[in-house]
């Protein structure tokens, strides 16, 4: 049942430091942009909040630029934005194809990569790319700036550490090397919610260093899922076996209306297969 908008407030920063000043001032507020998880929460009629502030028309949170060795993303960055960067495509092409899964082209224009990260829920297909890829969220209040690793910025099911008075103003991706792997498991190939939707990254050994082996799920748990020991297992030269045992071990995969939680430790089993299987350089 559709919610009314009759009792909801929204407010229209003009600028960065004007929207941080409204979250200390006039909070709680709910930051929103391109509005495509708000407006199916509104639709169903759950939508709990009911004061809002509106960054769409924020275009300094909408860039894409490198700073040295650091890709920088801004929060409003589109999916759209991000399948058209030759420096995403270049430096991060596991994020371009994430993003060219994401519904369709209205979603595509619309959708941003800060309120996917925002919005978390697990299935969220570009979240495991941000694990894999070792990305930091940067969140901005008037108290200042501070940076968290991607890793540590779920805390649970659709919670974060990001404050009442943050703002998550965009990512920063360090370098990476080696080859990148991104897949989407569901229904269809976009317009879908994932059954099972893997990102992870293979960096060659360094002289007589390890491999640097990442390895991220999403819809096999609460919260995107860093598969760590199952990582650790593969750049130590541990067989695939040994791997597939400890990430069956560290997802925890649900029944719901998409899938059962066997198809989907199935499927996590043959992605990761699939990955390790086609980089056997480690």
């Not at 960054?55 to 650091?70: M, V």
């Not at 995403?88 to 996917?116: C, D, H, W, Y």
């Amino acid at each position: 049942m559709q919610s009314t908008v009759s009792h909801r407030t929204l407010l229209e920063p003009k600028s960065v430091p004007d929207a941080l000043k409204m979250l200390r001032d006039e909070g709680p507020l709910a930051p929103m942009a391109g509005c495509t998880d708000l407006y199916v929460a509104l639709n169903f009629g759950t939508l709990k909040e009911t004061r809002f502030l509106n960054l769409w028309r924020l275009d300094g949170l909408r860039t894409i630029e490198a700073r040295g060795d650091l890709l920088c993303i801004g929060a409003l960055t589109t999916y759209a934005d991000l399948i058209a960067s030759p420096l995403v495509r270049k430096r991060i092409p596991m994020l371009a194809a994430a993003s060219r899964e994401v519904g369709g082209v209205q979603i595509q224009n619309r959708g941003t990569l800060g309120g996917n990260v925002a919005n978390a829920s697990p299935a969220g297909d570009t979240l495991p790319v941000l694990a894999a890829a070792d990305a930091t969220v940067v969140l901005k209040s008037t108290a200042g700036t501070r940076r968290v690793p991607f890793s540590a910025f779920y805390t649970g099911y659709r919670q974060t550490v990001r404050r009442p008075d943050e703002l998550i103003t965009g990512f920063e991706v360090p370098l990476l090397r080696g080859r990148q792997w991104f897949r989407k498991v569901g229904t269809r190939a976009a317009q879908a919610i994932s059954k099972v939707v893997i990102a992870a990254r293979l960096e060659p050994p360094k002289g007589s260093g390890p491999a640097v082996v990442r390895v991220a799920f999403g819809s096999v748990g609460p919260t995107v899922v860093r598969a760590t020991r199952t990582e650790a297992a593969l750049a130590a030269g541990q067989s695939l076996e040994t791997a597939l045992t400890l990430l069956a071990e560290e997802i925890s995969p649900i029944d719901d209306i998409r899938s059962t939680a066997v198809y989907r430790r199935r499927v996590a089993a043959n992605l990761l297969t699939s990955f390790w299987t086609r980089h056997p350089e480690a």
